[in-house]
């Protein structure tokens, strides 16, 4: 999970993501004109209602942001059984995923338009994840497939631990 900024003529747009680590799809998202706790509260429960995650088995990971730290958040985190994770402070690099993600939503669309509106940029925002990202973008981490697809090719019959290479049952 994480927050990043785009600019409009208006004023600026916050988008906060929950990106699953298994698929790479976006689970959770959330815009507003704001970084107080209730954008990235919003996003946990987008991704806690589209993923309905087992309780005490999900870890949701984030940076130590006042948003994620946050009552609010808190509260949320414990009242749909995930299990928080925080990353040390200053190190980019324990969450490559969301960071990976935020790269590829300013090459692919942000650095491509200007927008006047803090709704155009929402609305563009929403199509891209929405419509092109998680249902069509291909991933070389998940052979080659959308993050939609790479779900629908796990097989349901059989459980799996979403930590990359970890075995079923340890």
Request: proline share 4%; aromatic share 10%; hydrophobic share 40%.
């Amino acid at each position: 999970m994480d927050i990043t900024e785009h600019p409009t003529a208006e004023a600026k747009v916050y988008l906060a993501v929950v990106v699953d680590g298994f698929s790479r799809m976006v689970v959770g998202w959330s815009i507003a004109d704001h970084v107080r706790a209730e954008l990235v509260v919003d996003a946990l429960q987008m991704a806690n209602w589209r993923c309905r995650p087992t309780a005490g088995r999900t870890v949701a990971h984030s940076d130590r942001g006042a948003q994620y730290t946050s009552w609010a958040f808190g509260r949320r985190l414990r009242a749909a059984g995930l299990l928080g994770s925080m990353g040390s402070i200053g190190d980019c690099f324990d969450n490559s995923v969301v960071e990976s993600f935020f790269g590829t939503l300013q090459r692919e669309l942000l650095d491509e338009h200007q927008w006047s509106t803090r709704q155009q940029l929402a609305l563009a925002v929403f199509e891209w994840i929405e419509a092109w990202y998680n249902p069509r973008r291909r991933h070389s981490y998940s052979k080659m497939l959308s993050p939609v697809d790479y779900e629908a090719a796990r097989s349901p019959k059989q459980p799996h631990d979403r930590h990359r290479g970890a075995k079923p049952g340890r």
